[in-house]
């Protein structure tokens, strides 16, 4: 079987209204859909590919089969969004003017890459990493 990557990841959070606003407002992601409060998904690849970040409230499917005990079984995450080099200076402002602390830029030379780090209102790390400029 040939991997065909990344196709969606779901973030548990307390208030799904609150994190979707910071995610298409803040973050810039593009809203595919929400569904009351329990549901939101967007965009968050390329227009050839479906990845998606979705945000829930309440349990999943299998959640009860989790290794880890009950109220601890989903964590806090970090993952990262590409941004394009001329775009990158815009998402950190759009992101800085929210009042959302910055950290960063870190110059990540394992990939010739330069990121800002920062946290989204349940505590979930949010990285934007886009390569050197040539």
Do not use: C
């Not at 910071?22 to 690849?45: K, Q, T």
Request: aromatic fraction near 14%; charge should be negative.
């Amino acid at each position: 079987m040939s991997s065909r990557g990344f196709s969606e990841i779901v973030l548990i959070v307390e208030d799904v209204p609150t994190v979707a606003d910071f995610y298409e407002h803040v973050v810039g992601l593009e809203l595919d859909h929400r569904s009351g409060d329990e549901w939101a998904w967007f965009y968050a690849g390329s227009d050839d590919r479906k990845q998606r970040l979705g945000l829930h409230r309440g349990s999943l499917m299998y959640e009860q089969h989790s290794p880890h005990p009950e109220g601890e079984r989903f964590g806090h995450v970090h993952f990262a969004l590409e941004v394009a080099r001329a775009e990158l200076d815009t998402a950190v402002d759009r992101v800085r003017s929210a009042g959302v602390e910055i950290y960063g830029p870190e110059q990540l030379e394992w990939m010739d890459a330069e990121s800002y780090y920062f946290y989204d209102p349940d505590g979930n790390l949010l990285e934007f990493w886009s390569p050197s400029a040539a």
